[in-house]
């Protein structure tokens, strides 16, 4: 099996190799797993530039799912530094064009961003919404993507915190931490559950708190997450 390091190697010699031959629009593709690596290595800003190339190499194609993969990173990106008329630009951009490449999942992942721009901007009733929104679509549509609902409960727990809800928050987020114990998603978990800590803490559920904290420390060493830049990347994945 390849590392992650060997995998994120391989991908980049493919994009080197696809900009000698000037493959045009299938180095799009490639340009977009790169991406996905340094996003998850912290390097956000190149990140964002190999996915502007990968979509400009789209442009008057009808390649409209990757299009709408596209601008969801960058609007995610965007979202993660602030830049909240950008983000809003790119999700509702890219939920344009679920329409077009159909598919339930991706619209309700483009949804779940943009339920969390609208937290960003304060606007609390449409992020509820949007949430809810989804939530009847998973449910009527039977998805099953437990990944996705972790999400989507660490998303709606986000609003509840901010709504001052601590003790419903605190529900969607033990949700969302078993959830991702249960499908193997460690980084998630262990993130998640350093947030979970926190919210015990706020609850004087002091106990609860330094055990999971405690639990959390000790999987990020396990999984060499503990250093000071590694854990900071794991907790802005959340």
């Known amino acids: 099996m390849l590392s992650t390091r060997h995998a994120?190697?391989?991908?980049?010699?493919?994009?080197?190799?696809?900009?000698?031959?000037?493959?045009?629009?299938?180095?799009?593709?490639?340009?977009?797993?790169?991406?996905?690596?340094l996003r998850d290595q912290g390097d956000r800003r190149r990140a964002a530039a190999l996915v502007e190339e990968s979509l400009a190499l789209l442009v008057d194609t009808q390649e409209y799912?990757?299009?709408?993969?596209?601008?969801?990173?960058?609007?995610?990106?965007a979202l993660r530094q602030r830049r909240l008329p950008l983000a809003r630009q790119h999700l509702e951009t890219a939920f344009q064009l679920v329409q077009l490449s159909a598919g339930v999942r991706r619209m309700v992942t483009t949804q779940r961003f943009l339920g969390d721009l609208a937290l960003a901007e304060g606007k609390y009733e449409e992020a509820a919404r949007i949430y809810e929104e989804i939530l009847a679509t998973?449910?009527?549509?039977?998805?099953?993507?437990?990944?996705?609902?972790?999400?989507?409960?660490?998303?709606?727990?986000?609003?509840?915190t901010h709504m001052k809800r601590f003790p419903e928050a605190i529900q969607l987020l033990e949700g969302s931490v078993?959830?991702?114990?249960?499908?193997?998603?460690?980084r998630r978990c262990i993130g998640t559950s350093f947030v979970?800590?926190?919210?015990?803490?706020?609850?004087?559920?002091?106990?609860?708190?330094?055990?999971?904290?405690?639990?959390?420390?000790?999987?990020?060493?396990?999984?060499g997450?503990?250093?000071p830049r590694r854990l900071l990347v794991l907790l802005r994945l959340q």
């Open 225 to 227: 997450l503990l250093q």
């Open 8 to 37: 994120g190697d391989m991908i980049e010699r493919i994009c080197s190799i696809s900009r000698e031959l000037k493959q045009g629009t299938w180095l799009a593709h490639p340009l977009y797993v790169q991406a996905l690596f």
């Open 178 to 186: 078993a959830l991702n114990k249960e499908t193997g998603n460690t």
């Open 138 to 160: 998973y449910t009527s549509q039977h998805l099953d993507d437990k990944p996705f609902l972790a999400q989507l409960l660490f998303s709606k727990a986000n609003l509840l």
């Open 65 to 77: 799912a990757m299009m709408r993969q596209c601008h969801t990173f960058l609007g995610e990106i």
């Open 196 to 223: 979970l800590a926190w919210s015990y803490a706020r609850q004087w559920a002091w106990w609860k708190a330094a055990t999971l904290f405690l639990w959390s420390l000790k999987m990020a060493f396990t999984a």
